[in-house]
């Protein structure tokens, strides 16, 4: 499981967010993704720590913290939703002409 952390600073480097997960426990992976078109930080970013129990920790003490001028939205991340192969989800006349 990994935690979701919303919110964040456009500054923020995965050294940062380590370093401020690792006060509950080891940090196994930080990911910050970027937008495709800019290569800018999407203000959101997953951590995956080495127990529960330290996620939890880490959860409990920095949702509602603020962090580099900004409030930090923590919990636990949500599965990923499968978009399917409906094109999109535009729908089955997004390219229909009438005629």
Known sequence: M???VGNLSYEVTQEDLTE???EY???KRVQL???RETGRLRGFGFVEMGTEAEETAAIDALDGAEWMGRDLKVNKAKP???RGSSGGGRGNNSFSRRY
């Open 25 to 27: 426990g080891s940090v």
């Open 80 to 82: 990923r939703e499968s």
């Open 20 to 22: 401020v997960f690792a």
């Open 33 to 35: 993704p970027t937008d």
């Open 2 to 4: 990994s935690i979701y």
